[in-house]
Nanobody, 119 residues
Framework: QLQASGGGSVQAGGSLRLSCVGS????????MGWFRQTPGKDRELVAS???????YHDDSVKGRFTIFRDNAKNSVYLQMDSLKPEDTAVYYC???????????????WGQGTQVTVSS
């Protein structure tokens, strides 16, 4: 019900935009977020946005990543600028029925999209 896209390979300093489109239901009243995971580590919350627009960005991406949503398109996006090699991970979109700004237990997960940043 959540379809993520937009991953790829870029050099350090480059940009990517991840997209996540919902289907089968409206996610307009859900908080939406992006998590990332590297091998051997837990999935971590990168950014989230409540349905009314309150946003959270992890300190590691503040000033470089921006989350935004388009409720008319049932979509959430992650604009990633000034990418660093340590941003390399599989990125997952998620939706939270509880509309939490810090999403801990998503109601829905999208499939992952690989982001690889080379130095």
């Amino acid at each position: 019900q959540l379809q993520a896209s937009g991953g790829g390979s870029v050099q350090a300093g480059g940009s990517l935009r991840l997209s996540c489109v919902g289907s089968g239901r409206t996610f307009n009243t859900y908080a939406m977020g992006w998590f990332r995971q590297t091998p051997g580590k837990d999935r971590e919350l990168v950014a989230s946005i409540r349905w009314r627009g309150v946003m959270y960005h992890d300190d590691s991406v503040k000033g470089r990543f921006t989350i935004f949503r388009d409720n008319a398109k049932n979509s959430v996006y992650l604009q990633m600028d000034s990418l660093k090699p340590e941003d390399t991970a599989v990125y997952y979109c998620a939706a939270d029925l509880k509309d939490s700004v810090i999403i801990k237990t998503p109601s829905f997960w999208g499939q992952g999209t690989q982001v690889t940043v080379s130095s």
